[in-house]
């Protein structure tokens, strides 16, 4: 099973970026999203059903980020819009057969982070 995540760079406030991460390797699978600021912890953004493309979010990107799947269904996207400086954090996407949306303990298998940053 392999990830490889893309995407990140910089953004002014209020800016998008889109991740993407394929997969290969796993099917069906869900893809969580995973970020980790300087000096915080690792949070999970979101997660994303293959099966049933049923999505999940924390609260504090609802309505700002979006899980997508793209025509060739081996990659999801995370597209992130009105960024905020408080997003700015590597982001990692992992995937399993039935994770636990937030609990990055329930992923056996993860990609390499990407760097988003956020700034004026």
């Known amino acids: 099973v392999q990830l490889q995540a893309s995407g990140g760079g910089s953004a002014q406030p209020g800016g998008s970026l889109r991740l993407s991460c394929a997969v290969s390797?796993?099917?069906?699978?869900?893809i969580g999203w995973f970020r980790q600021a300087p000096g915080k912890q690792v949070e999970g953004v979101g997660c994303f059903s293959i099966s049933d493309s049923k999505t999940h979010y924390v609260d504090s990107v609802k309505g700002r980020f979006a899980l997508s799947r793209a025509e060739a269904k081996n990659t999801v996207y995370l597209q992130m819009n009105d960024l905020k400086p408080e997003d700015t954090a590597e982001y990692y996407c992992a995937a399993d057969l039935l994770p636990i949306c937030y609990d990055k303990r329930s992923y056996d298998y993860w990609g390499q982070g990407t760097l988003v940053t956020v700034s004026s």
């Open positions: 390797g796993l099917d069906p699978y869900v």
